[in-house]
Every structure is written in structure tokens, then in C-alpha cells.
């Protein structure tokens, strides 16, 4: 998620779009520590100032162009709480996996590590439409019964992501076509109602 802009003329989506591409492309060819604003610039065939009018630096850059793909698809509604989590737990294993992913998270978790702003930014900018999304995966269960009460959802969300982060991006293990699942039995088995 981009930064709020001033009013004025609407941003080109295109020119976005470049330079998400070129972010990616820029990791793959660099590591995330190679990757510079003007060199994303360039390749992107902008200035710098189109890359800061839209982000406030090179960690809210490379978050959205590599791991937010995940907040702009259709919430899952299986029907079942297990199902909509797999879904969605399937849907972080494939971004997590990515080449471009595997070479920025250590980079990039490092910026997050050394700056609380930085993380208070991405919790309250980058993580609140994947909470949105939990939220509604959520209350439909709740409205199913599949839950009772309320349901934690930033400590679900934060599991979820945690355990395909370490998995898969930073041990590198495989993807295999029921890790998904099995994390979302793990997460679902120990809120749902008895």
C-alpha cells in the first residue's frame, strides 16, 4: 500500500507498475543489499522522486512489490474455516517462495529489526488489508459456528505468516502440496469450538 499523496493529478498506474517490476527485477539481479532507490529508478525509466512520492523508502518499496500480492485477490469463502485458511495460507506459501522473496527477506527483515518505526508502519499500512481479509474469514466462521468468541486475529495472521515465513522462505524448505493444509488444521484445531 502506497503512501496517502497531496491532491493533484492522479498518479499514472502504469509508472507503478514499472517500478514494482523493476523492484523485483532489481532484487533478483542484486539482493535486496544491491537494490538502491536511483537503481530501481533507472531501470524503472523514472525519477526517484515517482518512487518517493509513492514510498518512504526502499523497505515500504520492496514489501508491496513483493509481498502484498496476496491482499488484493478475493477472500476465500470455502465454507469452512479450515478451507478459507488453506486458501489463503496457500496463497502466502506462493508469495514467500518467489525467488525475489527468498533474496530480500533477510535484507529486508533486517531494516525492520533495526527501525520500530519502520515495523509501525508496516502494521498499521502494509499488514491491515491481510487483517481485513482475516477479519472476514473470521466472522463468517463465528456466524458458522466454527468458533466461539473472538478470535485474535493480528496473533492467527502474525502464526500463519510466521510459520510459512521460516518455513519456506527462510529454511528453504519445499513447497508440498499440503503444507497449506496442514497449517491451517494447526491454526483452526486450536480455535475451534468444542
Known amino acids: ?53 509513492r514510498w518512504p523508502g526502499k523497505p515500504e518499496l520492496v514489501y508491496e512489490a513483493l509481498f502484498t500480492q496476496v491482499d488484493t485477490g ?5 465454507g469452512t474455516l479450515a478451507g478459507d485458511v488453506a486458501q489463503l495460507t496457500q496463497a502466502l506459501v506462493e508469495e514467500f517462495a518467489t525467488p525475489a522473496a527468498t533474496a530480500a527477506l533477510p535484507g529486508l527483515l533486517a531494516d525492520f529489526a533495526a527501525d520500530p518505526a519502520l515495523r509501525t508502519r508496516l ?22 459456528g466454527e468458533i466461539a468468541g473472538t478470535a485474535q486475529i493480528d496473533l492467527i ?6 510459520a510459512v515465513f521460516f518455513h519456506v522462505g527462510l529454511m528453504g524448505e519445499p513447497r508440498t502440496a499440503g503444507l497449506a493444509a496442514q497449517l491451517a488444521d494447526i491454526v483452526t484445531n486450536g480455535i475451534a469450538t468444542r
Open 1 to 53: 500500500m502506497a503512501t496517502d499523496r497531496a491532491a493533484g493529478r492522479p498518479r499514472d498506474r502504469r509508472t507503478h507498475e514499472a517500478i514494482v517490476r523493476a523492484t523485483e527485477e532489481m532484487i533478483m539481479l542484486h539482493g535486496y543489499a544491491g537494490t538502491s532507490i536511483n537503481a530501481v529508478a533507472s531501470r524503472a525509466g523514472v525519477g526517484k522522486d515517482a518512487i518517493y512520492r
Open 74 to 78: 478475493p477472500v476465500p469463502d470455502t
Open 123 to 144: 502494521r498499521s499500512s502494509f499488514l491491515a488489508p491481510a487483517r481485513t481479509r482475516m477479519v472476514e474469514i473470521f466472522d463468517r466462521a463465528a456466524a458458522r
Open 157 to 162: 495472521l502474525d502464526t500463519l505468516a510466521g
